[in-house]
Nanobody, 122 residues
Framework: QVQLVESGGGLVQPGGSLRLSCAAS????????MGWYRQAPGKERELVAV???????NYSDSVRGRFTISRDNAKNTVYLQMNSLKPEDTAVYTC????????????????WGKGTLVTVSS
């Protein structure tokens, strides 16, 4: 079993910053990629950012230049540094990981955290 637990969400004023963390634990052999998704009320879930084990990153156009995704492979943790936050960034942010579990083959399986709420408001 693999669990992902997010932290770092909260209330912040426009223009402020937050750093989200997501720690993976369980029967992990390796993690191929980790990412962040978000979903606002009345909207579909969208990809925010993703990072591979090799450090390749990709961002949504709406956050590129403001958000930075990074990994600490030794801790099985992914971070999302969010700067210059806007009200439209308000959403539940959910961590995602493609994981090779112990005792399994090389194929990765997708796991999700429960999410952490980010509210950007004055």
């Amino acid at each position: 079993q693999v669990q992902l637990v997010e932290s770092g969400g909260g209330l912040v004023q426009p223009g402020g910053s937050l750093r989200l963390s997501c720690a993976a634990s369980g029967s992990i052999f390796s993690i191929y990629a980790m990412g962040w998704y978000r979903q606002a009320p009345g909207k579909e879930r969208e990809l925010v950012a993703v990072i591979t084990s090799g450090g390749i990153t990709n961002y949504s156009d709406s956050v590129r230049g403001r958000f930075t995704i990074s990994r600490d492979n030794a801790k099985n943790t992914v971070y999302l540094q969010m700067n210059s936050l806007k009200p439209e960034d308000t959403a539940v942010y959910t961590c995602n990981a493609a994981v090779r579990t112990t005792g399994q083959g090389p194929s990765g399986m997708t796991y999700w955290g429960k999410g952490t709420l980010v509210t950007v408001s004055s």
